[in-house]
């Protein structure tokens, strides 16, 4: 499975977009890109999936360029309820769900 | 849906004692997933489960752990002896299928202190 690097943490203003970039220099024709956030005393929550270009949905938007080797995960006007921790996973499809949860990157969004 | 539902919520035991965490999946799915999560390691996969049977339990720190999934509704995790070290939050999900892009739908996880 892919190694993923992600920042550790990131501070935000309420109100500002966060974007958090992922890197998976080593990731395979089959893997897609996947993203889950966690809530403090929660199970983690899937937010996004991508494998190239854009995916948009109502929570986040997933960049990917076409080398597809990193991909930013953006937050549009995030809320004192989007502090979490925000998890990169790289996997193929065939891997029998199967995924590494990375350390994660813990995002603070303060007033 | 009622979602993955975990239990106990909390359990706390003395080390030595056998612990049994219980994990009912989401109706349908065909996957389940019990990982453990602490500060020092994250989030581990312990076991995971298809069709219930067991696919890749390698894990599965050592053979105080067991996991079992008897039927498509129910799972247990066991410990026996248990250590303090065992100490995490352990979560159990669950997706409907086998794939890499299958998404895993987490419950709200057993928090275990063992004394």
């Not at chain 1, 983690?44 to 990193?70: C, H, M, W």
């Not at chain 2, 996991?67 to 066991?78: D, E, H, I, Y």
Request: net charge neutral.
């Amino acid at each position: 499975l892919a190694k993923t690097t992600q920042p550790i943490s990131m501070d935000s203003y309420e109100g500002q977009e966060v974007n958090i970039t992922c890197s998976h220099n080593n990731i395979a024709t089959n893997d897609y890109i996947t993203w889950y956030q966690q809530f403090p005393s929660q199970g983690p929550r899937f937010i996004i999936q991508g494998y190239k270009t854009k995916v948009t949905n109502e929570v986040a938007s997933l960049f990917i360029p076409a080398d597809r080797k990193s991909s930013t995960l953006s937050l549009p006007r995030v809320s004192l309820s989007d502090t979490a921790v925000y998890y990169c996973l790289v996997g193929p499809t065939d891997s029998w769900g199967k995924l590494q949860f990375g350390a994660g990157t813990q995002v603070v969004v303060t007033p | 849906d009622a979602g993955v539902i975990q239990s106990p919520r909390h359990e706390v035991t003395e080390m030595g004692q056998e612990v049994t965490l219980r994990c009912k999946p989401i109706s349908g799915h065909n996957s389940l997933f019990w990982y453990r999560q602490t500060m020092m390691r994250g989030l581990e996969l312990l076991i995971y489960f298809n069709n219930n049977v067991p696919i890749d339990d390698s894990g599965m720190p050592e053979d105080r752990f067991s996991a079992k999934m008897p039927n498509a509704s129910f799972s247990t995790l066991k410990i026996q002896p248990s250590e303090p070290r065992d100490s995490a939050v352990y979560f159990c999900a669950s997706s409907l299928a086998s794939g890499g892009t299958d998404t895993q739908y987490f419950g709200p996880g057993t928090r275990l202190t063992v004394l």
